[in-house]
């Protein structure tokens, strides 16, 4: 059976990667697909005032992660992280990494 | 049995006679978590990761008081490796990549191409190639050239932030913050432009 709290992580998982969009994507020169438009419409119209920057996202992300590993609601915990790693592609990476490094030593 | 957070912080301190066995210990969880972490990254070999191992591990010794406890030790001390590591990766992969070649091999033809798809109705073709042709204008009149070089470097080229950054003199933060008023720009503008949010929905946000 499908622990309850995995599948609640992959769904967030699957957000982020269709929000934000995957980096080694090959571009070809002076051209982009669709999707490529809808990421940045996406992000465009999802962007909010209060958006917290990068240092405040890395300060947080440590108790970020283990709200996901943990299953957590982590749209009502910590919404300022979860929303910047929706527009950032750098600490959504770095998100990414860490949690499957994490996985691996538990 | 694990340490806790207290007795990692304890033996970690230079002058604790458990110091090296912690440090042992330490270099394992980062040898095992950033191999499994970054696994798929290319230009990870055996020293590489050793080396970035080793810079982590300086990093953290003499900043351990400012590990705050709201996570695990082991937790905090991966997520300054994976920083570390990833920074360096980056840095490897695009530091031969000039910023101001691949934006003018791009400019601002990313959006001329044919994108329709053939599956949609044309209305809806129609209205994503208006909407397209809003979006370019609204990039070429709204944003200031720096903001237009960070989003096409980003968005468009696929760039990490930290590597426009550091090209275009400034650094990762304030990246993310010329970026963040662009969006907003960006935003403000179009809904200022003759378009519904259904137009909006329908064409780009769902999918």
């Not at chain 2, 695990?72 to 001390?77: E, H, I, L």
């Not at chain 2, 080229?157 to 990762?172: C, F, K, S, W």
């Not at chain 2, 990246?175 to 662009?182: F, Q, T």
Request: charge should be neutral.
């Amino acid at each position: 059976m499908t622990d309850p709290f995995q599948k609640k992580t992959s769904r967030f998982l699957k957000k982020l990667f269709t929000f934000a969009g995957t980096r080694n994507k090959k571009m070809q020169k002076g051209s982009m697909d669709m999707d490529t438009i809808k990421q940045m419409v996406r992000g465009i119209m999802t962007t909010r005032a209060d958006e917290i920057d990068c240092a405040e996202c890395f300060e947080q992300l440590d108790q970020f992660v283990e709200l996901v590993l943990a299953g957590k609601n982590i749209s009502d915990a910590m919404p300022l992280v979860q929303h910047h790693l929706e527009h950032c592609p750098d600490c959504k990476e770095e998100f990414e990494v860490l949690l499957k490094a994490l996985r691996s030593i538990t | 049995m694990e340490r806790t957070n207290e007795e990692w912080l304890s033996d970690l301190k230079e002058s604790s006679p458990r110091f090296d066995a912690a440090i042992v210990e330490l270099r394992l969880v980062l040898q095992k978590g950033l191999s499994a972490g970054l696994k798929k990254w290319q230009g990870l070999n055996k020293e590489t990761l050793e080396d970035i191992i080793q810079d982590v591990l300086v990093k953290i010794v003499p900043k351990i008081d400012t590990f705050q406890g709201n996570c695990r030790f082991t937790t905090w001390a991966l997520k300054i490796g994976v920083n570390t590591a990833i920074t360096e990766l980056r840095h490897r992969r695009w530091r031969d990549v000039s910023l101001d070649e691949i934006i003018e091999s791009g400019g601002m033809n990313f959006l001329s191409g044919n994108m329709s798809n053939p599956s949609y109705s044309p209305e809806k073709q129609t209205i994503q190639h208006l909407l397209m042709d809003t979006l370019k204008r609204l990039i070429t009149t709204e944003l200031t050239e720096r903001q237009r070089k960070a989003l096409m470097a980003v968005r468009i080229q696929g760039m990490p932030l930290e590597e426009v950054a550091r090209q275009m003199g400034t650094n990762r933060n304030s990246l993310y913050k010329l970026l963040h008023d662009a969006r907003l720009r960006l935003k403000k503008a179009i809904l200022k432009e003759d378009l519904t949010p259904e137009d909006l929905i329908d064409s780009f946000i769902s999918s």
